[in-house]
């Protein structure tokens, strides 16, 4: 065997640089608090741990995507919120309607309701229209479409008093006919002038009529979107412009009793029909926080499995860096000896 000073400076920086790749390594898990190789330490288990991860991240991404749909559902709820309050107060202030009523009041009402309840029906989440169907990219009611909804229902109404009195006096149309109007339809002349028939769905909205359902888990949806068609919101809209839209300061008393009972009816009736959806928004609300509670149960399972194959022991890493660390210094202060010496030392 051959002795150099080249030999005796290799072997010591051969093993200095193993001793700090160790030392880096450790430090490296403790820091981490993972094992640096998870393929070299765990071997054939690899496989369980990647698939633990995958469905751990899985079980965090639903939740994330739970949060959006609870989102959207406290939007549509806050819509329905408005919308409900609104019909309820114009609903109270109709009740005992006399000739003294200020009319103008009323009248403004109904026209602000309208505004309002539009806004609310246009209400948006994440750049979709919750009110759309599952048409989400469009705004259920446009202003150009109630413009032009409004100008028929003017024509509409001017032709039904027409033929009804033979005149253009509104004043003149009686209780029997104007309650026949909102209802069912008046018929004169073979004709049937009905004042509904502008708040149909293929009519009244933009929106679709279809829903669009949200994964909450894996075995579980909820819709996650109403239509603008329900017929709750065109029951109140189609009060609020009986109120706003048919001059009920012009028309005599029975005429007028015969608006104010069927707006009351369907103000009322639309109202309930708004606080049955929020009942229903509710429900799914609690679906969501069941759904989450079992994805947060089953995702803490994951981490543990995960846990338990991947993380190192704290303590025992800690002690192997101090161990590794004092061999390391001691390594040096060697090397710096031998380095000192020469093959004259040795011989």
Known sequence: MSISTLSFNTSTRVSLQRLQSQVNDATQELNSGRHLDIGKTLGR???????????????????ASNGLVITRLKNIDASLATISEGAESLANNLIGVSVATNFDTLINEAKSGLQTMTGALNATGDGQYLF????????P?????????????????????????GGTDASQVSGTDMADYLGGGSVKGGVTYKFSDEFQAASWT????G?????????????????????????????YTMIASLGIDTLNADARKAVTDKATLLLKGGGDQATTLRAD?????????????????????MAATVSGLEEVDITEVSLRVNALSTQLQAAYSVTGKIQGLSILDYI
């Not at 759309?132 to 705004?139: I, L, P, R, V, W």
């Not at 933009?206 to 009529?209: G, I, K, L, M, Q």
């Not at 994964?215 to 109140?236: C, D, G, P, Q, Y």
């Open 141 to 165: 009611i446009t202003t150009t479409a109630s413009a032009a909804r409004a100008t028929r229902l003017a024509s509409e109404f001017n032709a039904f008093v027409l033929a009804a009195t």
């Open 132 to 139: 759309g169907g599952d048409n989400t990219d469009a705004a």
């Open 206 to 209: 933009a929106a679709s009529s």
């Open 45 to 63: 288990l690899t496989g369980s741990a990647v698939s633990a991860r995958a469905q751990e991240n899985s079980f965090k991404e639903q939740q």
């Open 281 to 301: 928004v509710g429900t799914k609300l609690k679906r969501i926080d069941g759904a989450n509670a079992e994805l947060q149960r089953q995702q803490d399972i």
């Open 211 to 239: 829903t669009i359902d949200s994964r909450i888990s894996k075995t579980e949806t909820v819709t996650s979107s109403l239509s603008a068609n329900n017929s709750a919101f065109s029951n109140i809209a189609e009060a």
